[in-house]
């Protein structure tokens, strides 16, 4: 039976906790988000003239991941260019044969999670494009793909390269995986319980993360946990082989 205590607890889940960022993150990331935004519509407000659709409300969304949390892989260059590209056209596939717009805006955004996934390109902005598509297409007309290309595709791809250059010229590792020739960091070994105010104080000193503390604790205990285990395994099977040769 659930008691008063407990929904009381579920309740306060509702709070949010402050966000773990140092104000100079904010600040450049702020700066960042309009650099890239103003960049990337004055290009494509160039390149297509005001007779076209020259930029769509999403990018908003992908520019608080490139420029906020680019260390997600929801960031990366493949997810933005790639998310948006193919939730575009399989929000206007879906609008070309299905003739009601909310079961088609509903079936996009599901379609492009699923394809999203499998092109390893997952970017929550792409469902609100695969959405524009469907209800633009049928309150337009629109035929054909031209909208996933331009505007699309050319946002897409103007904003993804505005985030490389301020991502780096700031400090920050962007595209943030390391490639097969880059030297992965080497296990530290820690004597030493790392307390929440370390994990708190470790996280203001870098770029925003997308995870709590107390997240972040269970994780390192989880991973301490797994290399015990290991490390009790390894001594398990070098006893039992000393026990062969003995």
């Not at 004055?42 to 020259?54: K, P, Q």
């Not at 590792?173 to 708190?200: C, F, G, N």
Request: glycine share 6%; hydrophobic share 50%; charged share 10%.
């Amino acid at each position: 039976m659930i008691t008063i205590s407990q929904i009381k607890h579920f309740i306060k889940r509702f709070w949010p906790r402050p966000v773990v960022v140092a104000p100079r993150q904010i600040i450049l990331s702020s700066l960042g988000a309009f650099t890239g935004l103003l960049f990337a519509s004055l290009f494509s407000h160039w390149t297509l003239g005001e007779v076209n659709v020259w930029f769509i409300a999403p990018m908003g969304a992908s520019a608080v991941l490139l420029f906020a949390a680019s260390n997600s892989p929801l960031a990366q260059p493949w997810s933005v260019i790639g998310g948006n590209f193919v939730s575009a056209l399989t929000g206007l596939t879906v609008a070309h044969y299905i003739e009601q717009p909310v079961i088609g805006a509903a079936l996009a955004a599901g379609l492009s999670v699923v394809l999203m996934f499998k092109l390893r390109c997952l970017h929550p902005p792409g469902g609100a494009i695969a959405l524009t598509a469907v209800m633009g297409s049928h309150a337009a007309g629109m035929s054909g793909y031209h909208f996933a290309f331009v505007p699309v595709l050319l946002n897409s791809v103007s904003l993804t390269f505005v985030a490389i250059l301020f991502n780096n010229l700031i400090g920050r590792r962007y595209p943030h995986t390391l490639s097969a020739a880059e030297t992965l960091p080497k296990p530290v070994q820690m004597d030493v319980a790392i307390s929440r105010q370390d994990l708190h104080e470790a996280l203001m000193k870098g770029e925003f993360l997308d995870i709590d503390e107390e997240d972040l604790q269970q994780v390192l205990q989880q991973a301490e946990n797994i290399a015990l285990a290991r490390q009790a395994g390894k001594m398990v099977i070098h006893q039992a082989a000393s026990e062969r040769k003995s």
